[in-house]
């Protein structure tokens, strides 16, 4: 064999952060041996796997090629070295979780794959729909758990539970307890929305793609529990997944407002690479989220510690 791991390795490195030298960090070598490894890869095949573009170094087409396979290697070869140091195989994991799924259920699931496999190491990166996507794509993360829709060519999705969302007010809002409230209205009140990009902003979206009218945004947030603390507040009306207002309309802090004419159900998700090797964490963490969500029909039945 011409090639090394580490020279497969310091390649996947720099394709994923266009840089050596961050590469190199990541890695904890010098600029300088990173450079080196990447430098006598090519020369040994004779070829050039990266193009660089000002100060970014991007893959050219053969580089892209070899991503996916190098990536599958290394996984692999990972693998085979906790198998030697008497460890059972898993090896480490980076999941990428949308922020429903990241704030409400993945902390849950890891932590459970962490007590059951004591040697494993898992990343966790809580961002929206488009940005796992991405991710995914570019071979920065394993495994992505998602709450939007994907179709992207390179990406294997496969739907793990069903999810509503639900639109809501604060209890002293004039549309609390009102029975049922047309889509005019509805347009018509201050929202509180989630960012272009999000799979909830998008489910929401396309509820009422249909409709003449549009949004009446006061805010962007990022974050759930910051549009559910808005909202409280009276800022407006919002509208996020069932699962995580839960709580919120237990204590009568939020009520949930009556929109039948709108279709808000979505699927969660797992995604990953279509040229990615599963390996037995994957595979594992996978069956721990099915394990989860066994027998229950929609995301906000799952059993979850109940927050005061």
């Known amino acids: 064999m011409r090639y090394t791991l580490r020279q497969l390795e310091v390649f996947v490195a720099v394709a994923q952060q266009q840089s050596v030298s961050r590469a190199a960090r990541e890695l904890a070598l010098s600029q300088s041996a990173a450079s080196t490894a990447l430098a006598e890869l090519e020369r040994q095949f004779d070829c050039q796997l990266l193009d660089r573009i000002g100060k970014r170094l991007k893959l050219n087409a053969l580089g892209f090629q070899l991503l996916p396979k190098a990536v599958a290697l290394l996984d692999r070869g990972e693998e085979i070295e906790e198998l030697l140091r008497g460890q059972r195989g898993v090896g480490s994991l980076d999941v990428g979780a949308?922020?429903?799924?990241?704030?409400?259920?993945?902390?849950?699931?890891?932590?459970?794959?962490?007590?059951?496999?004591?040697?494993?190491?898992?990343?966790?990166?809580?961002?929206?729909?488009?940005?796992?996507?991405?991710?995914?794509?570019?071979?920065?993360?394993?495994?992505?758990?998602?709450?939007?829709?994907?179709?992207?060519?390179?990406?294997?999705?496969?739907?793990?539970?069903e999810d509503e969302l639900t639109v809501f007010c604060s209890p002293r809002h004039p549309l609390a307890g009102t029975a049922d409230v047309s889509l005019e209205r509805l347009l018509r009140e201050a929202w509180i929305m989630r960012e272009q990009g999000s799979g909830t902003r998008l489910t929401l979206e396309q509820a009422t793609r249909h409709r003449r009218g549009r949004f009446n945004i006061l805010l962007e947030l990022e974050h759930t529990e910051g549009i559910k603390r808005a909202v409280e507040s009276g800022l407006g009306i919002g509208c996020v997944s069932h699962l995580a207002l839960?709580?919120?309309?237990?204590?009568?802090?939020?009520?949930?407002?009556?929109?039948?004419?709108?279709?808000?159900?979505?699927?969660?998700?797992?995604?990953?690479?279509?040229?990615?090797?599963?390996?037995?964490?994957?595979r594992e963490f996978l069956r721990l989220c099915q394990q989860m969500t066994e027998g229950v029909r929609r995301s906000d039945e799952i059993e979850l510690p109940t927050i005061p």
């Not at 922020?99 to 459970?112: E, K, R």
């Not at 495994?143 to 793990?160: F, S, T």
């Not at 699927?267 to 599963?278: D, E, M, N, T, V």
């Open 98 to 161: 949308t922020l429903t799924i990241g704030n409400y259920l993945a902390t849950l699931l890891i932590s459970d794959f962490m007590q059951r496999h004591p040697g494993s190491r898992v990343r966790l990166q809580v961002r929206n729909t488009a940005s796992i996507i991405e991710r995914i794509v570019q071979h920065e993360l394993d495994l992505g758990l998602i709450e939007g829709d994907c179709q992207h060519a390179d990406i294997v999705m496969q739907p793990w539970v």
């Open 246 to 282: 839960r709580d919120a309309f237990r204590r009568g802090s939020l009520v949930p407002i009556a929109t039948p004419q709108l279709d808000l159900k979505r699927q969660f998700a797992f995604i990953w690479h279509r040229h990615k090797y599963l390996s037995t964490g994957m």
